[in-house]
């Protein structure tokens, strides 16, 4: 299977440096015009099969992809969500406590990466396969495909938005990297 994993595109909450977790982020002027970008980018590229978060900055994005693929079928699903962070969703990030009993810890996003990517994978193993994701779920995919553990998503590159990254992955649930947190279409 390859899987191509994306971004979404800049958000206003982004830009004010707020918590936006579960909460559905809008895209900024700036976010759409990456949204535009990454979907030129991506034209030309076969794909089988778009997966995204339901979230709208999520979903905004894969909308935007999907105009270049308007055969290719697109599912929105819970499991490409971010990190669930509680109740400090909509707050400023200074005020965020990794301690917090309510957020969704980093275990958590790591199995749910893990078994819905090996659910696509025994589902689509010979297709070409878009995830537009968020960034701590994509990262918690990467150390999912690389092998990594749970404690190791912290020291994955922060993913930028609209950034694409390419992995080819077999059935063994082995791996190449054709590209990772590529921005060069922002160029």
Known sequence: MKLI???????????ANIIQGHLPGKLSAKGKKQAKKVALRLKGEKIDFIYS???ARSSDTAKEIAKFHPNTPIKFVKELRERYLAEF??????TFDKQSKNVETLKKMFNRAKTFLHKIISKHHKDTILFVG???INKALIAVITGKRYGDIAAI???HNTSVSIFEIDEDKNHKIHLLNC???LD
């Open 134 to 136: 968020h960034n701590g």
């Open 183 to 185: 921005i060069k279409h």
């Open 5 to 15: 994993l994306t971004r979404h595109g800049l958000t206003e909450e982004n830009i």
């Open 53 to 55: 978060s339901d979230l």
């Open 89 to 94: 969703q909509g707050k400023k990030k200074s």
């Open 157 to 159: 590159e922060s993913q």
